[in-house]
């Protein structure tokens, strides 16, 4: 084996290495990973074991688009070690995701449970969630969120410009913890004008990109300068192409079986800390932005027990196709649900589709009516009274 050729293995080898296995005693490596629609019904035990072995790197993770337990359970099954996990309650507009924290249970231990914020004003799509942590001497708060994606950069500043005041809750509400970091999908990178995070620091720039198609830095970690930056936090850990390493660059591959987001990673000291306190009863956080007027409004309320979109295969390829699922035990009758695109949202309506308890109805390419672009696509599926059932996005 030549010179070359021998130290390009080493570094492969250096790189899947488990960073936990690097770390000294000490410290502590923290990860936020959106991975694209994890849900039981999309997965299988091959790909949950690709998404576990990208876990396992870290200490800390805090996983972002995950449509229900069933999938963390199963997942927990198979990391090696001693591994747990907390999950927030459903959250979103029509479509419901959980935000997920898995921590590895001989060095993180969860001090304060995750919650949802109180989102009275309906600020954000997806309300974001909190849950406190302790490694070593270091305590410290997560608030996890994944930012609307929309129709243009504009809604989800929307979302973005209030992320600051959510922020000022937490500090407020637990006036004895200033280690509040903040970390998620934000569809936004760290230096666009919307954000508003006087005091913070995101630790990701826009020249490094975050999802496998090397095109957007949407996800980060936000940290206080004055109470964790320049204290606790020793260095940025990586974004971790698992891509690349992987399914050698098979964008389209990583995407289907793990994720269209890379994890990205920080490692805190967790021998010293500056805030301290052992007062770690329940609160709660009701959130409302400054100038807010409440008005009267109907939110539609979603079943949990419905069909879902849990695969789209898109363009380029002949396999080009959508996969509903039905997680139910009873069969859903389709007659009148539409199925389309961002530009012809009900292109395709149903007729006399059926889909039989826990089974997937493939809708192929030969039938769709509309074409599956592979970027900035979203698919929308709408029941018969024209409610929002279930969305799909590339973001």
Known sequence: MSIRKLLSVLFILCVLTSIPALLSADELALASWNVRILSDGSRDDRELEHIAQVIDRYDLVAVQEVRDTRVLDRLLDILPGAWDYTASEPVGRGVKEIYAFFFRTDRVQLIRDVQTIDDRSDSFIREPAIASFISGSFDFTLVSIHVLFGNSKDERRQEISYLDDVMELVLQTDEGEHDIILVGDFNMDG?????????????????????????????????????TYYSEYLRFGEIYPFDELLFRDD????SLMVSDHRPISAWFSTDRDDDYHSDWGEV??????????????????????RVYIAEVVTTPTVQESVRLYNPTDREIRLRGYTLGDKNRPDSLRFTTERIPPY??????????SFQINDRNEIIYLHDETGMLVDMWEDS
């Open 251 to 254: 964008d389209r591959q990583a």
């Open 359 to 368: 089974t997937s109805l493939v809708i192929t390419r030969s039938s769709l």
């Open 284 to 305: 709660a956080y009701a959130f409302t932005p400054a100038g807010y007027t409440p008005e009267p409004e109907v939110v539609p309320s979603f079943p949990d027990d």
């Open 191 to 227: 230096q666009d004008h919307s954000w508003e995070m006087a005091g913070y620091r995101p630790l990701v720039s826009p020249d490094q990109k975050t999802t496998i198609t090397d095109t957007s830095s949407y996800d980060n970690i936000w940290l206080s300068e004055e109470h």
